[in-house]
Nanobody, 113 residues
Framework: QVQLVESGGGLVQAGGSLRLSCAAS????????MGWYRQAPGKQRELVAT???????NYADSVKGRFTISRDNAKHTVYLQMNSLKPEDTAVYYC???????WGQGTQVTVSS
C-alpha cells in the first residue's frame, strides 16, 4: 500500500500564497496520475487538479490561473502551488494516487479575508 503524506498547509491572508507537498512512500508517482482534492466544511470533496506521469495537467475552473500542480518523480513528490488565495479556497486538501487508490491524511488550508 502506497502511503501519501501532505504538508504545507496553514493560515494565510487573502491574496497570499501557499505551496502544498505530497510525498509518497514509494515510486508509484512515476507511473500514475496524481491529483489534489479539497473538502470544505459541509461540502463534498472536489477535484482541484491532476497531473499525468508525463506532466499533462488539468484544473478545476475555480482554480485555473491561480493554482499550479507539478511533480518531481525522482523525489516521489507532487506539489500544488496556490497563488491569489481566496477565502473560498479554505478546505482540507488531499492528494491521491489514481493508480493505487491511496489518499493522504490531508492538510488544512485556511484563507482569512
Amino acid at each position: 500500500q502506497v502511503q501519501l503524506v501532505e504538508s504545507g498547509g496553514g493560515l494565510v491572508q487573502a491574496g497570499g500564497s501557499l505551496r502544498l507537498s505530497c510525498a509518497a512512500s514509494g515510486s508509484i508517482l512515476s507511473i500514475g496520475v496524481m491529483g489534489w482534492y479539497r473538502q470544505a466544511p459541509g461540502k463534498q470533496r472536489e477535484l482541484v487538479a491532476t497531473i499525468t506521469s508525463n506532466g499533462n495537467t488539468n484544473y478545476a475552473d475555480s482554480v485555473k490561473g491561480r493554482f499550479t500542480i507539478s511533480r518531481d518523480n525522482a523525489k516521489h513528490t507532487v506539489y500544488l502551488q496556490m497563488n491569489s488565495l481566496k477565502p473560498e479556497d479554505t478546505a482540507v486538501y488531499y492528494c491521491k494516487s489514481f493508480f493505487s487508490g491511496s489518499w493522504g491524511q490531508g492538510t488544512q488550508v485556511t484563507v482569512s479575508s
